[in-house]
């Protein structure tokens, strides 16, 4: 059992006073311990289960944020002895949403969104690596460059803040997401200006054509990816990169553009394009299936408006794609 330590800080009074009313059966909470501290303020202690803190933050987010000095801390557990029960099925239902809290995905997500001199870097190293092995048709080389390439996080990060109808982390994203690419591409460019790139071999050309079953892999893929964000498994987006591979697509592109091959270039800018909006579309349902929502019901409000926009965008979106395949296949 996943399990998590929230520290709260509160002034003594309402410390104690929590720790009266704080009903602790009706959370997923298996300890609550105060210590005192010092200019008259109370630590409290609650070790939870990962699916049941989202539950304990809002209420604590409820009662206690217009106070001066409140602050909430919350800290991977590890391990605890002695060993939590597992809950009972006789036992009264918990609030327990059986993933990782909000803004703990929040957090991570954010990190992999940020428009930094050390993203930049890796956009370009894996960009390198990435042409080096598409010119020498080597499929080892670029699989590296698919692991190590960090455009993948932006565009989830794009998803979570269309859920939660949050501009500045939309904002953020789009940042990154767009530097990212630009960077990409142009680099590509300089590349298929200076070396000849044979637009025939295999690496090549198998990004130059795309069909139903791209779209299916990017919807997988992208569902697989914000699942495990969601689950605190984010190890498992290195399978989600390779699955997607949003790099190799955009080199491939920007080569072929340097290269003067511009009805290649087209087809490999289809599968980049087919990859992003299926990667934020799956992204963007499976956060709402697993019940991501803000906290007020009036950013709630401007959450769903945005995730409904998105959504009738995106699918519009996959439809033109979709029917360029069929034109393509006819």
Not at 83 to 106: A, F, H, S, W
Not at 272 to 280: D, E, S
Not at 314 to 325: E, M, P, R, Y
Request: aromatic letters at 6%; one cysteine or more.
């Amino acid at each position: 059992m996943a399990l998590r330590m929230i520290e709260l800080i509160l002034p003594r009074d309402y410390a104690e006073k929590l720790k009266e009313s704080f009903d602790a059966s009706d959370f997923e909470v298996h300890g609550i311990w105060t210590e005192e501290l010092d200019e008259g303020k109370k630590l409290v202690r609650v070790l939870a289960s990962a699916g049941g803190t989202e539950a304990v933050l809002d209420e604590f987010e409820k009662r206690f944020n217009w106070l001066k000095d409140y602050r909430v801390v919350l800290i991977p557990a590890e391990a605890t002895l002695p060993r939590p029960e597992e809950p009972r099925k006789t036992d009264k239902p918990k609030r327990d949403v059986g993933r990782i809290n909000r803004e703990e995905l929040y957090a991570d997500v954010l990190e992999t969104a940020r428009l930094s001199r050390v993203f930049m870097v890796m956009v370009a190293l894996s960009t390198v690596v990435a042409g080096v092995g598409l010119v020498r048709d080597s499929s080892v080389i670029v699989l590296s460059a698919m692991v190590i390439a960090p455009l993948l996080g932006p565009n989830v990060a794009l998803a979570l803040a269309t859920t939660l109808g949050d501009r500045k982390l939309a904002r953020t994203a789009l940042r990154s997401s767009t530097a990212g690419f630009g960077l990409a591409i142009g680099l590509a460019v300089i590349y298929g200006l200076i070396f000849r790139v044979h637009a025939g071999t295999d690496e090549i050309a198998s990004r130059t054509h795309v069909g139903f079953g791209d779209i299916a892999l990017a919807l997988a893929a992208g569902t697989a990816g914000a699942l495990s964000l969601t689950a605190g498994a984010s190890g498992t987006l290195i399978g989600v990169m390779v699955a997607v591979a949003l790099l190799p697509p955009t080199i491939v592109t920007g080569m072929l553009i340097g290269s003067g091959h511009f009805a290649a270039a087209t087809g490999a800018a289809e599968l980049v394009a087919i990859n992003l909006v299926c990667l934020i579309l799956a992204a963007i349902v499976t956060f709402l299936v697993q019940g991501i929502r803000p906290t007020s019901w009036w950013e709630a409000e401007a959450a769903k408006k945005a995730t409904r926009r998105a959504l009738i965008a995106g699918g519009v979106l996959l439809a033109l794609l979709a029917g360029l395949i069929l034109l393509q296949v006819g």
